[in-house]
DNA sequence: TCTGGGGTCCTAGGACCC
DNA sequence: TCTGGGGTCCTAGGACCC
């Protein structure tokens, strides 16, 4: 038998998550907002029912909402980061060797196949149900990308009961599948390639997997000849087990209002530094360069616009948040330019390696204090992830008039023993 | 009033090397 | 009039993903 993937995901993830903690909601449309409540990212199916659109700006849905009683919540990462842990753990009960993909999804893969994959779908469905409940679609294929296409069959035909496999349909069955699926649905393939690929007269995932190979690697490149062959059922891409190290690390964030003022945009920014370190030590990696970026509201075109971005390098790569915070204070001052109102401000870590291998700078005098910060960013780090990172600051960070804008706001359910779930029993 | 936040990989072209 | 043939590395931009 030869190898089998599997593609399990949450069915509208972040609204789901919502949805457990809130039975009163059953039956109901719910929807997600993005972070500054700005527009919409995640709808339950109820919530698509009455016409809510993904990705809309959350102020010109007012009528649907008040109209179908919608209820909106504000995006809560740590809520679904957590039940998104619990899941992959389930899944990496349920198959030799899983991936984690996404926060809600996540590849589960069969190295000598498996019998009745359909039934096994099923009961990989009712288990996560019972055990967080969530509901999840199963797609197994031959190739990741099959079993990526099986997921959406098995998502939005009901008569597939949330299961659909590949892999054990004739190449005639197949075939008829796929033509009636648009090459839109294909994992790779996104609005540009649906526009070119159109015009050779390639619009269904079955006229895109019997392709000229040739044509398609020098016309779109190796990416998308990949995506061909994968369909065609031949595995092209493999099981990334473990999550790689990040190459850059980004943390930025839109103002609930805009900012004006140098220090408060400062306190923005080594805020949004100081997570990114964090990330940053937790990978055990050091940075070289951090970029800088500020920027005004690109949809008030009549303001006066500025959007800039500069990048700063070390003479030697740190995991030092004091280090940086120097750096990216200087690359801002330099920046900055008064007078304009900011809506958005971020840095990105760059030319991240592995701390092992750090080099060291000839001309820099004995770096003597270096174990006593290694100590001080333990110290951080770990105060920061007992007690909440809003303990411990940098003094840079004091100002305030930069937050979000997070007024639907559930509770932490199940990060927070002060905002555990209350039940009557 | 009000429009998210992260990432990756590939390719083409230029600089530079022998 | 004619003007080599490889290679590597870096960067910017474009495409994609969730």
């Not at 990462?77 to 030799?96: H, K, Q, V």
């Not at 090459?183 to 070119?196: D, F, H, N, Q, S």
Request: with cysteine.
């Amino acid at each position: 038998m030869s190898a089998l993937w599997a593609l399990a995901d949450v069915n509208s993830m972040y609204a789901s998550c919502e949805q457990v903690f809130r039975p009163d909601l059953q039956g109901r449309p719910v929807i997600v907002a993005s972070n500054n409540d700005g527009s919409i990212i995640a709808r339950n199916k109820e919530a698509k029912a009455v016409g809510i659109k993904m990705g809309v700006p959350l102020h010109q849905c007012g009528d649907l909402i008040r109209q179908h009683r919608v209820t909106v919540f504000s995006s809560q990462y740590t809520l679904y980061g957590d039940m998104s842990n619990r899941i992959m753990t389930l899944f990496a009960e349920m198959a030799p060797a899983i991936e984690v993909y996404s926060i809600d999804e996540c590849f589960l893969y069969y190295p000598s196949g498996l019998n009745q994959a359909v039934t096994h779908g099923a009961f990989m469905r009712d288990h996560i149900k019972q055990c967080t409940g969530l509901g999840i679609g199963v797609g197994f294929g031959l190739s990741k990308t099959q079993a990526k296409l099986a997921n959406h069959l098995a998502k939005t035909r009901p008569e597939t009961e949330g299961v659909f496999d590949f892999s054990s349909l004739s190449h005639l069955e197949q075939t008829e599948w796929m033509e009636q699926i648009g090459i839109e649905e294909v994992w790779g393939v996104g609005r540009r390639y649906v526009e070119r690929l159109g015009l050779m007269g390639i619009s269904t995932v079955r006229q895109l997997r019997d392709a000229n190979l040739e044509q398609i690697k020098t016309k779109f490149g190796a990416v998308l000849a990949r995506t061909v062959l994968e369909l065609r059922g031949i595995s092209c891409l493999p099981l990334e087990a473990a999550a790689p190290d990040k190459q850059q690390i980004m943390c930025s964030r839109s103002f609930a209002k805009e900012v004006t003022a140098l220090p408060v945009l400062r306190s923005a920014i080594i805020h949004h530094l100081c997570r990114a370190m964090q990330k940053l030590r937790q990978q055990e990696s050091v940075a070289a360069g951090v970029v800088v970026m500020i920027r005004t509201n690109p949809f008030k075109p009549g303001q006066a616009q500025y959007h800039a971005s500069m990048t700063g390098m070390l003479p030697v790569p740190s995991d030092d948040t004091l280090v940086l915070q120097a750096y990216t204070e200087q690359v801002l001052n330099r920046l900055y330019r008064a007078g304009y109102a900011y809506k958005k401000a971020g840095i990105m870590l760059v030319d991240v390696r592995p701390k092992q291998i750090e080099q060291q700078d000839l001309f820099a005098p004995p770096p003597t204090s270096a174990p006593k910060r290694a100590g001080l960013m333990l110290a951080m780090d770990q105060i920061s992830r007992r007690f909440g990172a809003e303990k411990i600051k940098l003094a840079s960070e004091l100002y305030h008039g930069w937050e979000m804008r997070r007024e639907r706001l559930s509770p932490r359910y199940t990060t927070r023993w002060d905002e555990l779930p209350k039940v009557s029993l």
